[in-house]
């Protein structure tokens, strides 16, 4: 949270900045004060550029928490749906128990019942209702076969009896087993249960945390987006303070190569004047020159005679020489790993103004080198004799 707030605090001000400074800048700024405005835009764009890398290092982190989440969340709920499965067939075990133990209980109900009338009838008789039995017999065989017939219906009612007391009590345990492991069952399942809500709970949280962060990104963006306006504005004043000085220019109409290690062709671009996706960032923009590939620590030289009017750190292009050659032309030459040319140091076409990197957004070592007219972009191709590429 003390990250957020930070950070929210961060753009604000940055915002705040931002809404004001546009509107200061007014022709009247001499070329210095719009120099320090410069210099302050490339800062907050910096700052902002290094916000980005910071939001993003903790989105891939969180999104790497989020998977590993999801992973545990999945088992978590698999553990879950076969618990419940568990407790729902113990249940089903029970009723089936419940339903047999009815059965049996009636079964023996009515044998007892069976037994005791029996077992009445005896008492009403007394030992008449056996001698009564007994005298009938019409032989000793008979005899016999009648008190043996006697000792079987009541040992028989007696094993019926037991039996049916046995299977009752089987099944009135089966029925206390069942119903003690659903209990237990039932806790499994809401601890089980306690887990996934938990587990579902810290997951919003994440996704939470990842779409503050992604807003956040998309408000640095806009506050590069806001900087690069301002910047093409102060470049414009500049271009309007510096156009009506001395001309430096004296070509035939035709730059100088900016990268004497690397032929003068369009096959030495790696990049034209176009419109295309950026390699770092991913989004569509307008390339604003051309990018010559380049040995590290390869000379960068003037395209032709002016005035350095910018030597430092600017935004995206890292270490950056303007040079202004009068009547409204300038030339740039960004990503550089250092700088030769000191600010309103005077050069000549083919001196060394800095050495090839890769500072800034950049992919790579390579020169970026743009041609403008009164603080625009404009084309090199024509400026250079070197035909543009589509890539």
Request: aromatic share 6%; with cysteine; hydrophobic share 35%.
């Amino acid at each position: 949270m003390k990250f957020l707030k930070k950070a929210t605090c961060l753009v604000l001000s940055l915002f705040l900045v931002i809404g004001v400074f546009p509107t200061s800048i007014t022709g009247a700024a001499t070329v210095a004060e719009l120099e320090a405005k410069r210099k302050t835009l490339a800062q907050q764009t910096q700052q902002a550029k290094k916000e980005i890398e910071n939001l993003k290092t903790k989105q891939l982190s969180v999104e790497e928490e989020l998977d590993a989440m999801d992973k545990v969340m999945n088992s978590l709920q698999t553990e879950l749906d076969n618990a419940q499965s568990d407790l729902d067939e113990l249940t089903n075990s029970l009723e089936a128990a419940e339903e047999e133990l009815e059965e049996a209980s009636a079964k023996r109900e009515e044998q007892f019942q069976l037994l005791g009338s029996r077992l009445r009838f005896l008492q009403q008789k007394g030992s008449a209702g056996y001698l009564e039995i007994l005298l009938e017999a019409e032989s000793f065989s008979d005899l016999f076969l009648r008190m043996q017939y006697v000792n079987d219906i009541m040992l028989f009612d007696k094993n019926i009896l037991d039996e049916l007391q046995a299977i009752q009590n089987t099944i009135q345990a089966k029925k206390d087993e069942i119903a003690e492991n659903q209990e237990a069952q039932a806790e499994v399942v809401a601890v089980q249960k306690e887990k996934v809500d938990s587990m579902q709970e810290m997951l919003s949280e994440k996704r939470a945390l990842m779409e503050s962060y992604v807003k956040d990104v998309k408000k640095q963006e806009q506050l590069i987006a806001a900087n690069a306006k301002a910047e093409q504005q102060v470049l414009n004043l500049i271009a309007q303070q510096t156009g009506s000085s001395t001309p430096y220019y004296t070509g035939n109409g035709t730059l100088g190569w900016p990268v004497p290690s690397k032929k003068a062709a369009s096959s030495s671009l790696s990049s034209g004047y176009i419109r295309r996706t950026n390699p770092v960032t991913g989004k569509s923009e307008n390339h604003s020159g051309y990018d010559i590939p380049a040995p590290y620590g390869s000379a960068i030289v003037a395209a032709e005679a002016g005035k350095v009017t910018y030597s430092g750190w600017m935004s995206g292009y890292g270490y950056t020489i303007i040079i202004d050659h009068g009547g409204g032309l300038s030339t740039l030459y960004g990503h550089n790993s250092s700088l030769v040319a000191s600010k309103g140091q005077m050069v000549t076409r083919g001196q060394t103004v800095a050495k090839c990197g890769s500072t800034g957004i950049s992919t790579g070592n390579h020169c970026h080198f743009s041609v403008l007219v009164n603080g625009s972009y404009v084309n090199p191709e024509s400026y250079l004799g070197i035909k543009n590429v589509g890539y």
